[in-house]
């Protein structure tokens, strides 16, 4: 089955460590997004690639980095330059001739 | 700056009719989505408007209205399984571009 796949779910950081989430699309898609959502607010743009090799800031880049070596996968890595990590962070991605963003399951972050 | 409003949180009863509203305000407009949340969950995707006018999917309709940056989403016999955040979203620049979310309503639909 094509899909986004997001691991782990649940992850548990001490504070002042970094740690990558991990994205994987088999839908062939170039596009995919890094979302952060806290409660009660919409979703925040983190990071986008458009195509492999490349990547911009969304709103709320700071303390975040990504890297896009290939097509299928979207890393996030959140640093301890992040002052407030602990959300629900949701990886989604989109083909060139699709207008709908499929979703990841996503990892809930607790860091503390 | 990109704004959408939409209402934080409605109630309504199962069987009945509920409309959520969206308004926006973006730099450009490309498409205006509407993702349906249940808690801990991903969004899925409900529906796309693109041109005026009422879009129907079965229990689910949606409509735009560009002139009034306005949309908003029907859903028809509420049931219990629809509580849930419904998030509206607007992507204003074209091609494969990040979208601009709402805060999203959450809807209660009690028996």
């Known amino acids: 089955d094509g899909g986004i796949t997001q691991s782990p779910k649940y992850l548990f950081r001490k504070e002042g460590q970094n740690v990558t989430l991990s994205c994987e699309q088999n839908?062939?898609?170039?596009?995919m997004y890094w979302y952060r959502q806290d409660p009660g607010q919409g979703l925040r743009l983190i990071y986008y690639s458009q195509i492999v090799n490349d990547f911009q800031k969304g709103d709320i880049a700071e303390g975040y980095s990504v890297s896009r070596e290939k097509k299928e996968s979207f890393p996030l890595t959140v640093t301890s330059a992040q002052k407030n990590p602990t959300a629900f962070y949701l990886c989604?991605?989109?083909?060139?001739?699709?207008?709908?963003?499929?979703f990841g399951p996503g990892t809930r972050l607790t860091v503390t | 700056g990109q704004n959408i409003d939409q209402p934080t949180e409605m109630t309504a009863t199962e069987g009945a009719i509920v409309q959520i509203n969206c308004t926006y305000q973006t730099s450009g407009f490309n498409g205006l989505f509407w993702y349906q949340q249940h808690a801990g969950e991903a969004p899925t995707f409900l529906s796309y408007n693109v041109l005026d006018g009422l879009e129907e999917k079965g229990r689910f309709s949606s409509f735009l209205s560009r002139s009034k940056g306005y949309s908003y989403l029907l859903l028809k016999e509420l049931q219990m399984k629809d509580s849930a955040s419904y998030l509206c979203?607007?992507?204003?620049?074209?091609?494969?571009?990040?979208?601009?979310f709402g805060k999203g309503t959450r809807l209660s639909v009690i028996a």
């Open positions: 979203a607007v992507r204003p620049n074209s091609g494969n571009t990040p979208l601009v």
């Open positions: 839908l062939n898609h170039d596009a």
């Open positions: 989604a991605s989109n083909g060139r001739n699709s207008y709908e963003q499929y």
